[in-house]
């Protein structure tokens, strides 16, 4: 089954975001792949959307952060995308205070996430904003801090504004805070965009991606299984796994679960229909294919009384 790319553009405001996304669309329009954009706006006027040339489908996300409070609409647009277009990689340009945690957990729905390859996590950093930062709230120097950690590229905009002491220094605390993250000083988000191109936080891709900090792994259960088995699998996964959604279903119960697990602490929520039963993970540095063994080996035991 072919799998539509998703690239996640990252970055405090004002950073070179919708720059780099106009270079991304003019390499794509070179090789005639079916792209699509999704841009995320806090505000109820999209300011950006004049980036996108006509022959991009572009759905806008206005008035809230993807990982918040518009997470169903995010999900209705990218579904609606799916069946109805099937473009060959879609963009998403996310605000300025979205985290990268959420927002991939607000995009693997266990309704599609199969059919998505999440390619990277593409963080624009404003240099002088990055080295000013302790002028900031602290709330908003952790959420600057927590975008370079969850990158798998960092771009370091501005670089101009900059002497080349503190062009190292930046370098230095970024591959400090992040050590997996390709790192590149530039202006005007110009980079080689086929750098780019290699990415993936996949976890079914290659087991050699697994360097990546975020990853991400979908399994799909094809029947029922022991409650009580699944509860000792969650007690013993590693605390780098942040996020579990989608559906199972056990034994005694004639419809699936909605299923849910944030910070250790699952949650069931019972369904009135029958759902395919994916499970959508997201984590840092874990190895998925014990997970997948783990999963398959749950699905093999036969009902205990």
Not at 7 to 15: A, D, N, P, Q, V
Not at 267 to 292: P, T
Request: charged share 25%; proline share 3%; glycine share 6%.
């Amino acid at each position: 089954m072919k799998r539509t790319e998703i690239y996640i553009l990252s970055g405090f405001l004002g950073s070179g975001k919708t720059t780099l996304l106009k270079r991304l669309l003019e390499d794509e329009r070179r090789y005639g792949r079916k792209v699509a954009v999704l841009m995320n706006e806090l505000g109820q006027v999209s300011i950006d959307s004049d980036a996108v040339e006509e022959d991009v489908l572009l759905k806008e996300l206005l008035g809230g952060c993807i990982c918040c409070s518009i997470q169903d609409k995010l999900e209705a647009q990218l579904q609606g995308l799916l069946m109805e277009e099937q473009p060959d990689v879609i963009y998403i340009e996310t605000t300025g205070a979205a985290h990268p945690v959420e927002v991939l957990d607000s995009i693997l729905s266990p309704l599609f996430a199969d059919q998505l390859l999440i390619r990277g996590i593409i963080t624009t950093v404003d240099g002088t904003r990055w080295k000013d930062r302790k002028t900031l709230s602290p709330q908003l120097q952790q959420l600057i801090v927590e975008q370079v950690r969850n990158a798998d590229f960092i771009l370091i905009n501005k670089i101009d504004d900059l002497k080349e002491n503190e062009q190292a220094q930046l370098i230095f605390e970024m591959q400090g805070l992040n050590p997996r993250a390709q790192c590149l000083l530039t202006n005007y988000s110009m980079v080689p965009v086929e750098r780019l191109r290699s990415l993936t936080v996949d976890g079914k891709k290659e087991a050699s991606h697994i360097h990546l900090n975020l990853s991400t792994f979908v399994y799909q259960f094809n029947k029922a299984i022991s409650e009580s088995h699944f509860e000792e699998f969650l007690k013993k996964l590693p605390e780098t796994i942040y996020r579990i959604k989608g559906y199972v279903k056990f034994h005694y119960s004639e419809k699936p679960f909605l299923f849910q697990y944030a910070y250790g602490m699952p949650l069931y929520m019972r369904e009135y229909m029958n759902m395919r039963l994916n499970l959508v993970f997201i984590g840092e540095n874990v190895n998925w294919k014990i997970i997948n063994e783990q999963l398959i080996s749950l699905e093999s035991e036969t009902e205990t009384v």
